[in-house]
């Protein structure tokens, strides 16, 4: 069996990672995928969270917001809305955007001001990317 599988991570502005790894775990919209060698092709959505890529034996993170992934038995690619290596994320800015969301979520159950589903939907999305931030770079969040 093959010991490695590229993964490629990419951004709207830029190639976020590229290298040979043993592991990649991830969540998808069907659920938490992990992919070694040889994976059989699969296309899928990717949820915001913190991916998990084994390599040499460390485990390292990477911030995804969402996206696509595409796997084949060599390779794996991401297309994401938007990636970070934990050494590129500004905690102070995913904080504030978590303490934001979590109030908008606060203000749309409270009714103060009336506000659309939708805000709440783009509340709950913004939630989940500062959370996968703060995840990847170590930071709490309560
Ligand atoms: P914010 O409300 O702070 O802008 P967001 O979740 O709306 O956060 P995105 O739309 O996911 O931000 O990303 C917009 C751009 O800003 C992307 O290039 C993303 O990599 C970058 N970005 C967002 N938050 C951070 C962060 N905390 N640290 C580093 N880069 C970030």
Partial sequence: MASSIKLEIVS????????DISMLI????GGELGILPKHAPLITGILPHAMRIKKNGDESLIAVAGGFMEVTPEKITVLASAAEEPINIDINRAQAAYKRAKERIEAFHQKQPPMDEIDLIRAKAALGRAIARLTAAGSGYE
């Fill in 12 to 19: 709207p502005d830029a190639k976020v990672y590229a290298s």
């Fill in 26 to 29: 991830v969540r998808s919209t």
